[in-house]
C-alpha cells in the first residue's frame, strides 16, 4: 500500500501543475475511499460476512483493482505509420525546474514525521477521552476513525482545490502546523462542555442505533474533524514543498510518506505504551499542541531567512499565540471522564447552578486518577471504593461484593475439591483473594489487562483478603484470552470471566464459542467454567447469544444470581453434581459461612441455593431456540448486537425466572429432601436484601413470609419503625439468616423493645459483628435518652467500621445522622469529631462521613475544626449555600490561601441560583 500512492502521483502529474495540486485530488480520493471502507467494515461488513469474509471481501476489491490496471497497461497500443517511425523524434519537454526558495528536504521531512507522530498519538488521546462520551464500542471507535479520515480526505481535496498558481511556502506550511495545534486545543479548551453537549443528545441516542451513531459523529466531529481537515491540507503541501511538477514527484512522495509514517507508528507505540502513561492523555493532548507550535517556529525561523514576510507569516504568529493561551486553560475535568455519559447513565443538568454542583460532587468522589496503557481509571470513593474504567464503573467494593466475592465461591462449592483457579479480570481483587483462602486450593492465577487496577486491588484490601500478599495468587498482567490460550501447564480446576462488559471494544471475544472452546480444554475433568453476565442495560436478545453461545460448547450451563442486575453461568463438561450434604458441611466452614453471611446476608444450604436460577434445560432451551446466535471471533455477533442496544435493554431477570419455571428447570437439581424446601424463600428474600435489591420478590407464599419480606425491604429503606411492624406481623421469628439479626437488632432498638434488640445485640457480638452491634445499642440508648451512653456505642461503632467494611451501608449512614444529632448535646461532639477522623474501610459512606464531621466540629468548635473538616473536601466542595458560606468565613477568619476561591464559588452560587419566591420583599 506504501507504494501505491508515490506511483498514482507519478502518474497524474505533470508539468504544468508545478504546484502538484493534483496530488491533493488523489490523496482526498483515497482517503474518501477509506472513510468508506471504514463505515462498510465497522456498520455492515463484519456483522454480516464475518472478520474473514470482509478480510477476502477487500482482497477481492484489491485484485479486481490490479487485474483493471494490469489490462488497462498492457492493452492494444495505437501503432505508428512506418514513415513516423524512422523520423528522428523532437527530444523531450524537460519538466519544470523547482521553483526559487524550495525548502530545504530534511526539514520537510523532519515536519512530515511531526505530523505523523502528532496526528497518531492524538488519536489515542482522542479515542481515550471520547470514550466515556461514547461509550467505547467497536461502533463508537469506528466512528472516529471514520471521521479522522474524512477530515484528512477533506483536508487533501481543499488543497487540491486552491490557487495553481500559488506557490507552497514554508510560511504557508508553518501556518497549517500553528493553526492544527489551534484546532486541537479548541475542543480541549471547551473542558466539560462536551460532556454537556453528549448528556443534551442522551435523548436521541437511547432512542434508536441511527440515533447514538449521530450523537458519536456530531461529537467526533466536534472533537477531531476540524484539525484532521488540517492535517490533510498538510499532507499535500509537504510534497509539493519538496519539488514542482512531475519531476522526482514519485521518489519526493514516497519519502514523505515513509518520513511520516515512521512519525505515526512512532506516535501510536509511544502514546499508547509511553506517553499516556507518563503524561496522562490531557497532558498528551497540550504537549502535542505544543509540538505543533514549536514546528510551526522552527518553519518560521527558517521561512524568514529563505523567503520574504508575508500575511501567512503573521497569520502563523497569531496562532501560535493563541495556542499558547488555550493550552494553560484546565481542560475536562472528572465530569467528562469519570461519568457514563455514554451508556446513558448521566442526564443533562437541569440548569447551569445544577452544573456547578454536579461537577464538585463527581471532582470530590474521585480519589485518584490515571491514564493507564490500556485504559484512564480512577477511584471513586464517596460512597466506598469504586473503580471506574474509561467512565464506567466496572466494580465497587462493596455494592458490587455480591459478584466480586460470591461469583468465585459458587463453583468452589460446587466443585468436589478445587485446587487450582485462574480468575479473568483482578478489579478489586475480591475473587481471587477469598478463591484464595477456600481450603485446599493451592494456586489461584490472575489475568488483568491493566497495570493500573493493581492499585485499586491494593485500596480494596479490606474486602479481598489481602490478596496481593497471599502466597498462593500470582497476578499475571496481560490478556486474560492469550493466558487460556497459551496455558500448558495442569488444568484448572475453576475459571471465573469476569472482564468488563462486552459491548466495550475487544470485550466480546472473551464471550466467544472459540474462547469456551479454549477453556473447556484446559479445565480438569469435573472443572468449572463461571461466566459474569450483566442483566442491566441489555436487551433479551444480547442475554439470550451468551446462552446459546455458551451451551454450544458446554454440555451443561447453569443459572444463578449474584447481584441484583448480575448472573452468573456455571459451565461443565459433565454432570455438576449438586451434593447437598457435601455443600451444607463447607458452607458452615470458611471463607463460605463469613461470605455467605456478610455478603449475601444468609446462611446454610438454603442461604446458598436461593441464588439459584435455572438448571441446564434452560439454557438448551435458549439453543435451540436460537442456533444461529452463536458468537464467535469470525463473527462476533455479539459485540455488535451488544453495542448497538446498550442503554435501550428491556431484559429483566423476572422473564427468565418464569420461563425456568415454565420449563420446570427453576428448582436446584438436588434430590427430594435435601434442602428444607420452606426456607428457600425466606433466605431468598434476605440475600435480595443483603444485596440491595430492597426484598423485592423471593417473599414466598405464606403470610408471614410476605410480612418478613416487607420488614426488610422497609429496613433498607430507613422505615424503621414500619420495618418492626412488618416483622412483628410475621410471627416475630427469632432471626435464622445473618441479615435477619441486624435487623431485628436495629429495628427493635428503634422502637424501645429493649429485649428483642439486647438479644439480637448479643447474637451480633457473638457474630463478630461489634459495628452493627454498636449502632443497634447506640439507636436504643438514644430513645432512652441516655447521652454519653449513645455516644460511647457510636464512637465503639465507627471504630469498628473503620476495619471493617461488611456493615450495611444504610446502617452506617444512619449511624452518622444519629452522632450529629448527639453531638449537639454538652460535652458529646468531641469524641464524636475525633473518631470520624479516620475514613471507614474501603472509604464507605465517606462524603456522608465528611459531612456530618463539618456538622459535628460546628457543634465543638466552628472556627477551630472548620478548616480541617473542609480540607478533604477541597477543591470541589459541596456547592451547599450554607457549607459555603460557613467556607468562606471560617477561611476569612483564619486568612486561609483558599479564600479567594471560597469567595468566587460562593458569588457563583449567588450569580446563578434562582432566587425563591418573595424572597425580595422585605
Not at 464506567?392 to 468436589?416: E, N, Y
Not at 454432570?575 to 458452615?588: T, Y
Request: hydrophobic fraction near 50%; glycine fraction near 10%.
Amino acid at each position: 500500500m506504501g507504494g501505491t500512492l508515490p506511483a498514482i502521483a507519478r502518474a497524474v502529474s505533470s508539468a504544468d501543475d508545478p504546484n502538484r495540486r493534483r496530488l491533493g485530488f488523489v490523496y482526498g480520493a483515497n482517503t474518501v475511499g477509506a472513510v468508506l471502507g471504514v463505515v462498510l467494515a465497522t456498520f455492515l461488513l463484519i456483522e454480516l460476512l464475518g472478520l474473514r469474509g470482509a478480510l477476502f471481501l477487500a482482497v477481492a476489491v484489491n485484485a479486481t483493482v490490479a487485474l483493471i490496471a494490469w489490462k488497462v497497461d498492457t492493452g492494444p497500443q495505437d501503432v505508428e505509420p512506418a514513415a513516423e517511425a524512422q523520423a528522428p523524434r523532437p527530444p523531450p519537454e524537460p519538466d519544470e525546474a523547482p521553483a526559487q526558495g524550495a525548502a530545504p528536504v530534511l526539514l520537510v521531512l523532519v515536519a512530515a514525521a511531526v505530523a505523523g507522530f502528532v496526528f497518531l498519538a492524538m488519536e489515542i488521546v482522542w479515542y481515550r477521552v471520547l470514550s466515556p462520551l461514547l461509550g467505547g464500542s467497536s461502533f463508537s471507535f469506528g466512528v472516529i476513525l471514520a471521521v479522522a479520515l474524512a477530515g484528512i480526505g477533506g483536508g487533501g481535496l481543499i488543497y487540491a482545490s486552491g490557487a495553481t498558481k500559488r506557490r507552497p511556502t514554508l510560511a504557508i506550511l508553518a501556518t497549517t502546523f500553528a493553526l492544527e495545534a489551534v484546532c486541537l486545543l479548541l475542543p480541549y479548551a471547551a473542558g466539560d462542555g462536551l460532556a454537556l453537549v453528549a448528556q443534551g443528545l442522551s435523548g436521541l441516542a437511547s432512542f434508536t442505533f441511527p440515533g447514538a451513531v449521530l450523537v458519536w459523529t456530531v461529537l467526533a466531529c466536534l472533537v477531531v474533524l476540524p484539525a484532521a481537515l488540517v492535517s490533510g491540507y498538510q499532507y499535500p503541501l509537504l510534497i509539493a514543498l519538496l519539488g514542482a511538477g512531475r519531476r522526482g514527484v514519485a521518489e519526493e512522495t514516497g519519502r514523505a510518506t515513509l518520513w511520516n509514517t515512521v512519525g505515526a507508528i512512532t506516535g501510536s507505540l509511544g502514546a499508547g505504551f509511553g506517553l499516556i502513561p507518563v503524561l496522562g492523555a490531557l497532558g498528551l493532548w497540550r504537549a502535542a499542541a505544543l509540538v505543533l507550535v514549536l514546528t510551526a517556529v522552527a518553519l518560521l525561523v527558517v521561512s524568514l531567512r529563505r523567503e520574504a514576510a508575508s500575511w501567512w507569516t503573521g497569520s502563523a504568529t497569531l496562532a501560535s499565540a493563541l495556542t499558547v493561551l488555550l493550552v494553560i486553560q484546565p481542560g475536562p475535568t472528572a465530569y467528562s471522564r469519570h461519568q457514563p455519559i455514554g451508556v446513558g447513565r448521566s442526564a443533562l443538568p437541569k440548569s447551569p447552578l445544577d452544573f456547578v454542583t454536579q461537577r464538585n460532587d463527581v471532582g470530590r468522589a474521585i480519589g485518584w486518577e490515571q491514564d493507564g496503557v490500556e485504559s484512564a481509571v480512577a477511584n471513586q470513593r464517596d460512597s466506598g471504593h469504586a473503580f471506574i474504567v474509561n467512565g464506567k464503573s466496572d466494580g465497587h467494593a462493596r455494592f458490587d461484593a455480591c459478584t466480586q466475592v460470591m461469583a468465585g465461591l459458587v463453583p468452589a462449592l460446587l466443585h468436589p475439591s478445587p485446587r487450582r483457579a485462574l480468575v479473568i479480570g483482578l478489579g478489586t481483587g475480591s475473587t481471587a483473594g477469598w478463591l484464595a483462602k477456600v481450603s485446599g486450593m493451592e494456586r489461584v492465577d490472575v489475568a488483568e489487562l491493566e497495570p493500573a487496577i493493581l492499585r485499586v486491588a491494593e485500596e480494596c484490601t479490606p474486602v479481598n483478603e489481602g490478596v496481593l500478599q497471599l502466597p498462593n495468587v500470582e497476578v499475571f498482567l496481560g490478556d486474560g484470552r492469550e493466558l487460556v490460550m497459551a496455558h500448558t501447564g495442569p488444568p484448572w480446576d475453576i475459571i471465573f470471566s469476569e472482564p468488563s462488559n462486552p459491548y466495550r471494544a475487544g470485550i466480546a471475544s472473551l464471550f466467544s464459542a472459540d474462547f469456551y472452546r479454549a477453556a473447556s480444554d484446559r479445565l480438569g475433568e469435573e472443572g468449572l467454567f463461571a461466566q459474569w453476565l450483566q442483566a442491566y442495560e441489555v436487551d433479551a436478545a444480547t442475554v439470550e447469544t451468551v446462552f446459546a453461545t455458551m451451551a454450544s460448547v458446554f454440555p451443561v450451563v447453569e443459572t444463578w444470581q449474584t447481584c441484583t442486575s448480575d448472573l452468573l453461568l456455571v459451565a461443565s463438561k459433565s454432570p455438576i453434581r449438586h451434593d447437598a450434604a457435601r455443600i451444607s458441611q463447607r458452607v458452615a466452614q470458611e471463607p463460605f459461612r463469613k461470605a455467605l453471611g456478610r455478603v449475601w446476608g444468609v446462611s446454610g444450604v438454603e442461604g446458598f441455593y436461593s441464588a439459584f436460577v435455572a438448571q441446564d434445560p434452560f439454557a438448551r432451551a435458549l439453543l435451540a431456540a436460537l442456533p444461529d446466535a452463536i458468537s464467535t471471533d469470525d463473527l462476533p455477533v455479539l459485540e455488535f448486537g451488544f453495542s448497538g442496544s446498550v442503554g435501550r435493554g428491556a431484559f429483566d431477570l423476572r422473564d427468565a425466572r418464569a420461563l425456568a419455571a415454565q420449563l420446570k428447570a427453576n428448582l436446584p437439581p438436588v434430590p427430594a429432601g435435601a434442602l428444607d424446601m420452606a426456607r428457600l424463600p425466606d433466605a431468598n428474600s434476605a440475600r435480595l436484601t443483603a444485596i440491595f435489591d430492597e426484598g423485592r420478590g423471593g417473599a414466598g407464599a405464606e403470610p408471614a413470609q410476605r410480612a418478613r419480606s416487607r420488614a426488610r425491604a422497609a429496613w433498607a429503606k430507613g422505615d424503621l419503625g414500619e420495618a418492626r411492624q412488618a416483622w412483628v406481623e410475621g410471627g416475630d421469628p427469632l432471626p435464622v439468616q445473618p441479615l435477619d439479626l441486624v435487623i431485628v437488632a436495629e429495628t427493635a432498638a428503634a422502637v424501645g423493645h429493649e429485649e428483642a434488640a439486647q438479644a439480637a445485640i448479643a447474637g451480633l457480638v457473638a457474630d463478630g459483628r461489634v459495628a452493627e452491634a454498636s449502632f443497634a445499642t447506640a439507636r436504643l440508648r438514644a430513645g432512652q435518652k441516655r447521652v454519653e451512653e449513645t455516644t460511647a456505642a457510636l464512637v465503639r461503632g465507627f471504630e469498628a467500621a473503620q476495619v471493617d467494611p461488611w456493615i450495611f451501608p444504610a446502617m452506617l449512614e444512619r449511624a452518622l445522622g444519629l452522632a450529629s444529632a448527639v453531638s449537639a448535646a454538652p460535652g458529646q461532639a468531641e469524641p464524636l469529631w475525633r473518631v470520624l477522623a479516620t475514613p471507614f474501610a474501603i472509604a464507605l459512606e465517606d462524603d456522608h462521613r465528611l459531612g456530618r464531621r463539618m456538622e459535628i466540629g460546628a457543634n465543638l468548635d466552628f472556627l477551630g475544626t472548620c478548616v480541617e473538616a473542609l480540607a478533604p473536601m477541597e477543591p470541589w466542595v459541596p456547592f451547599i449555600p450554607k457549607l459555603l458560606q460557613d467556607r468562606a468565613k471560617c477561611y476569612e477568619a483564619h486568612g486561609h490561601p483558599l479564600l479567594d476561591k471560597a469567595r468566587e464559588d460562593l458569588e457563583t452560587l449567588l450569580e446563578l441560583r434562582t432566587p425563591a419566591f418573595g424572597a425580595t420583599v422585605r
